[in-house]
């Protein structure tokens, strides 16, 4: 019974919600009129509030009641826009032919500077108000560059703050990149800095578009220490920015500003590795900035992050990388901890650009890094050492070039290499030399060293099978400070066995008047006649060495020109110097000098620079040389023509 009553009122509500549902719509559908209006309303209010809600609504969607526009209005409406976009076409291309024809007068080289300032100031007043259209032009952004190099300080001024707004798109665009580089080169240092603190949050974007990045390398090369800093600081992570203060901070490496300010390692590696990724996918690796963050996140980079920059980096993109200071030490870095097969790509990458990397300042040091470190010298000889037998002369005259044969003749010395270059080469990544702390905490933990030895031996064996020409196994981690050859034996393979000390010798033999003259060359020639550190020449060497000692003696022999422009070379400043190196370090050239040259004409040479020369015999710790010049130069020295020399110590 109680379920009956339950869907009998059911049925009732499902009626009524009906009957109701059908009344709301007839009074919406029926609008009430005046005559079925029911008795007791007031007629003339409802007609007042009537007419104030359509006059509400039709005030209100005004647009959307106005009729629709017919075919012919339609055509006529597309037909005066296409006329105002011609007009406008029009009035532009006018002006650009104005301005291509003013371009070509200012631009001439015999034209009067006061003719030029007023062409300059008539273009200006006619781009006034478009500069930021005209810039971007193919056409037009050329004139406005000739105009900011010749305008007054004044108009550049002006042009700079009417294009301060548009600069950071400016800079993405492919011809108005050129007019913004001009505009900062010759802007003040308080529009250096507006433009640096607009760049707020757009670095890393900016980086990451081929054309932007060329701006942000140009002002991070204008800016300061500070400002340069602020730039990078951009780059190391997102919470950086925060830090108003970090601008005027002493710690400028990355480890250090990590620990002052107490940020999350992992935070930061993340952000910079988001960063780094695209513009390496891109193949954007030639700026110094992107070079200086690549080293910053190397110092901080666990081991699996760091290596695989590090594969991404090796092949033909470092070689445009190798220019600037970091950029080098990024390639030294690459070739220490690089595997055999990652190398092979560097080395391979160079081949035909080995002559400019050896005329660069900071390239020649990758070279000097491959010939120390590298065991494959089967390689390194077929497409190092080849190339630069080719022009083996201009490299020992050039004072980059002779680097890389000076550290094959005399390794690792002082007198060619400064402290930063040293600096450099001992640079290492820390997470790639240094044991893996987790496995130091698991031997702790376990206490099984055996099978802990066990798993080494088995990973050895999977990474010997990839080895190359010269068996070094794929993994060279721990070969930080040289390959597993000895040196000795490296540098035999690449200076000797290669052919090219021989080649190198003869240089020295055709050009020696030339080179022992030279600032830099006579410092290779030194080396070479030597016969090089730890005596790598001998005895391969032996004739070409005697003609070399010959060919110098043959120069000394020479008499004393009575022309005072053409000097001897016992009187040339680097020449004697260097003769008197090699009377003291090498018997044999002191032997072949004294008979060939000066026996019987001391007294002739006993003033001036060549006077260094015949007291260098008796100098020498050869004794038997010093018996050769003793019975000669000791009456020179009781007339007090040349002075006693004081015997040195020589340190055991």
Do not use: F, T
């Given at each position: 019974m109680a379920i009956e009553n339950q869907v009998n009122r059911k049925v009732k509500k499902r009626k009524h919600g009906k009957e109701d549902s059908e009344a709301l719509a007839s009074k919406k559908a029926k609008p009430v009129s005046s005559k079925s209006m029911p008795q007791g309303?007031?007629?003339?209010r409802l007609q007042k509030q009537r007419k104030q809600l359509n006059y509400r609504k039709s005030d209100a969607g005004n647009e959307k009641k106005q009729p629709p526009l017919t075919k012919k209005e339609r055509r006529l409406h597309a037909k005066e826009l296409a006329e105002a976009r011609k007009q406008k076409r029009k009035r532009y291309y006018t002006l650009e032919q104005e301005l291509a024809h003013l371009w070509e007068k200012m631009r001439q080289h015999d034209i009067a500077k006061e003719d030029r300032s007023r062409l300059v100031t008539e273009a200006l007043q006619k781009m006034k108000g478009k500069i930021s259209e005209i810039a971007g032009s193919h056409v037009s952004s050329r004139v406005l560059q000739t105009c900011i190099k010749y305008c007054s300080q004044a108009e550049r001024d002006k042009v700079f703050g009417?294009?301060?707004?548009?600069?950071?798109n400016l800079a993405c665009n492919t011809y108005a990149v050129h007019l913004v580089k001009k505009l900062l080169d010759s802007a003040s240092k308080t529009q250096l800095a507006a433009f640096i603190s607009s760049l707020h949050g757009h670095v890393a974007s900016h980086l990451r578009h081929m054309v932007g990045s060329v701006v942000i390398e140009h002002v991070y090369q204008l800016a300061n220490a500070t400002q340069k800093q602020a730039l990078l600081m951009e780059l190391y992570s997102t919470e950086l920015q925060l830090f108003k203060d970090l601008v005027s901070m002493k710690e400028s490496r990355l480890v250090d500003v990590i620990s002052k300010l107490g940020l999350q390692k992992s935070s930061v590696l993340r952000h910079m590795s988001s960063v780094i990724q695209p513009i390496l996918e891109k193949g954007i690796v030639d700026h110094s900035i992107i070079h200086r963050m690549l080293v910053e996140y190397f110092s901080i980079a666990d081991k699996s992050s760091a290596r695989d920059v590090l594969q991404q980096l090796s092949g033909p993109l470092l070689v445009r990388m190798i220019h600037t200071r970091d950029?080098?030490?990024?390639?030294?870095?690459?070739?220490?901890?690089?595997?055999?097969?990652?190398?092979?790509k560097i080395i391979k990458g160079m081949k035909g650009h080995i002559g400019k990397i050896a005329h660069d300042q900071y390239g020649s040091l990758v070279l000097v890094c491959i010939v120390s470190v590298v065991d494959d010298t089967k390689l390194v000889t077929k497409i190092i050492m080849r190339e630069l037998q080719t022009i083996l002369k201009e490299l020992v005259l050039d004072k980059n070039g002779r680097r890389p044969l000076l550290q094959l003749l005399h390794t690792n010395c002082s007198r060619y290499l400064s402290p930063s270059d040293f600096a450099s080469l001992n640079s290492s990544i820390p997470s790639l030399c240094s044991k893996d702390a987790s496995e130091a905490d698991s031997i702790a933990e376990l206490g099984d060293v055996n099978e802990l030895v066990e798993g080494k031996a088995d990973m050895e064996m999977a990474v010997a099978e990839e080895q190359d020409e010269d068996g070094i196994p794929d993994v060279v981690d721990h070969l930080i400070n040289g390959g597993k050859k000895d040196p000795l034996i490296r540098r035999r393979e690449?200076?000797?066995?290669?052919g090219l000390a021989e080649s190198l010798v003869d240089v020295c033999i055709e050009n020696v008047g030339e080179l022992i003259a030279s600032n830099f060359g006579k410092e290779v020639i030194y080396e070479v006649a030597t016969g090089g550190a730890d005596g790598i020449l001998h005895p391969t060497l032996e004739d070409k060495l005697k003609s070399l000692h010959e060919s110098i003696a043959a120069l000394v022999a020479q008499p004393k020109s009575a022309d005072t422009k053409e000097e001897h070379v016992l009187q040339n400043f680097h020449s004697s110097r260097t003769i008197r190196k090699l009377v003291m370090d090498c018997p044999p050239f002191a032997v072949t000098l004294w008979e060939k040259a000066l026996k019987g004409r001391c007294r002739t040479w006993a003033q001036g620079h060549s006077s260094k020369v015949i007291t260098a015999f008796l100098e020498s710790s050869d004794s038997m040389v010093c018996e050769l010049a003793k019975e000669e130069l000791q009456p020179l020295i009781d007339e007090a023509i040349i002075k006693q020399p004081k015997v040195k110590t020589v340190k055991q």
């Open positions: 309303v007031d007629k003339s009417e294009l301060q707004p548009h600069l950071l950029g080098s030490q990024i390639g030294m870095l690459c070739i220490k901890h690089g595997s055999a097969k990652e190398r092979k690449l200076l000797v066995n290669s």
